[in-house]
Nanobody, 112 residues
Framework: QVQLVESGGGFVQPGGSLRLSCVAS????????MSWFRQAPGKERELVAG????????QYGRSVEGRFTISRATDKNTLHLQMNNLKPEETAVYYC?????WGQGTLVTVSS
């Protein structure tokens, strides 16, 4: 059974940082592309960052490039998203996606 469990969301002031984690189980973590998406209130879900299997090719959404870093810890089947210099408009539920499955999401609130 595939499971993706996110954690690390919370409240942060503008300019602050958070690190999200997604623990994966039920499939070969190293083989498949894993991604972070986010969905703000009233908006469509959008890609934040993705990392491919095998060669670890990385792609970022244009608005986060240079501030966010995606990585995977293969020994712990965990995907991370380091988010720096967060902006209020990045308040959203952040989701992990892999192998055709979504996690339950973790809420990030950026506000002063």
């Amino acid at each position: 059974q595939v499971q993706l469990v996110e954690s690390g969301g919370g409240f942060v002031q503008p300019g602050g940082s958070l690190r999200l984690s997604c623990v994966a189980s039920g499939f070969d973590f190293t083989t498949y592309t894993m991604s972070w998406f986010r969905q703000a209130p009233g908006k469509e879900r959008e890609l934040v960052a993705g990392i491919s299997g095998a060669i670890n090719h990385i792609q970022y959404g244009r608005s986060v490039e240079g501030r966010f870093t995606i990585s995977r810890a293969t020994d712990k089947n965990t995907l991370h998203l380091q988010m720096n210099n967060l902006k209020p408009e990045e308040t959203a539920v952040y989701y992990c996606f892999a192998y055709g499955h979504w996690g339950q999401g973790t809420l990030v609130t950026v506000s002063s």
